[in-house]
């Protein structure tokens, strides 16, 4: 048993590979990464939210869960977008790459969201859609009855003792509300049915259970250095949810500080998180935050680390009026 719980932990707490008769491999469990620091990238878990600065901004998310668990969950996520004020909209891409045990998932997505000004505030309809690759190492899988001396046989005809890969389609959808304070988005991810690809042995459909998630934000002004802003995340695979409960304060839109507390429906807690960060020549963004672990895995892990770095490009809104253009002056 020490030798299965080193080798695939991870993939027994987060992914429960079934095999049916057909040795189909259908893939279930935790399907998006963790990441403590979502506020700062709420665009990679609802594709509305791209477009809702006026800049082209790129986020870039590396987290380690659990360090010193073996086959502890291994995540990076990057996402880019920029509005397109002519036409009220907006458009991005978003990558991720996920290992847990000996499951990774990695895939890219393209979104679009279309805004929708009322006064100071704004509503944002939001899609995407991409591609991902599921994959499974049955190879580095173990049984208790198997045997593992000069090859892999786990005496179990429905496991696979190569690597089993399947491409998937996957779509998103989202709305997102942001004004002067008050920030709410509603989301769902991985709305797309199972694929199946043949019935062979090395074949198999890989299911993505669907991913709701309900963000909202608020943020206030303390004097005139400080802004305060408490955030709550709820986030579900149908089957079970997470709430994540944030404060974040920012000193002087440059200097940032945060706690968090990440439990379950069922008010079991899993982590407390503190996080820092700041702005470096104006265009970068740069946060670290630690999870300190409440679970039992704290026995056998020593925390997770999280990094997020940012990159904006300021985007000018079109000025407000008619141009006219004077044959004159050939170069305006």
């Not at 890989?206 to 995340?233: E, H, K, S």
Request: hydrophobic residues 40%; charged residues 10%.
């Amino acid at each position: 048993m020490k030798q299965i719980y080193a080798r695939i932990t991870c993939g027994l707490v987060f992914s429960v590979a079934v095999f049916n008769a057909q040795a189909q491999l259908i893939s279930y469990g935790q399907q998006d990464p963790q990441f403590t620091q979502y506020m700062l990238n709420t665009s990679g878990f609802n594709p509305a939210a791209i477009g809702v600065e006026d800049a082209w901004v790129s986020t870039l998310g590396v987290r380690s869960q659990w360090v010193s668990l073996p086959g502890a969950p291994v995540s990076q996520s990057l996402t880019s977008h920029a509005p397109i004020y002519k036409i009220n909209s907006a458009v991005g891409v978003t990558v991720i790459n996920d290992i847990m045990g000996q499951q990774r998932t990695t895939g890219a997505s393209l979104d679009y969201a279309y805004h929708k000004r009322f006064g100071p505030s704004t509503l944002s309809i939001g899609a995407s859609g991409g591609i991902f690759q599921e994959t499974i190492n049955g190879a580095k899988l173990v049984t208790p009855t198997g045997n593992y001396e000069g090859g892999v046989n786990h005496n179990d005809p429905n496991l696979p003792v190569t690597t089993i890969s399947k491409m998937i389609p996957d779509a998103a959808f989202g709305m997102y509300f942001f004004g002067r304070n008050l920030t709410a988005g509603i989301s769902a991810n991985h709305l797309l049915l199972p694929i199946t690809a043949g019935n062979d042995a090395n074949s198999g459909t890989v299911q993505y259970n669907p991913n709701g998630y309900v963000y909202v934000a608020y943020g206030f002004d303390a004097g005139n250095r400080f802004r305060i802003m408490p955030n709550v995340l709820y986030k579900t695979d149908l089957n079970e949810g997470v709430v994540d409960l944030n404060t974040l304060v920012t000193y002087n839109n440059n200097i940032q500080a945060g706690i968090s507390c990440r439990a379950n429906t069922a008010l079991a807690f899993d982590a407390v998180a503190l996080m820092a960060g700041m702005r470096v020549a104006d265009r970068w963004l740069l946060s670290y935050s630690y999870d300190v672990t409440l679970s039992a895995l704290n026995t056998v892990s020593s925390g997770s680390h999280e990094i997020v770095v940012r990159y904006s490009i300021p985007v000018a809104r079109p000025r407000a009026g008619k141009m006219i253009n004077n044959p004159r002056f050939l170069y305006h």
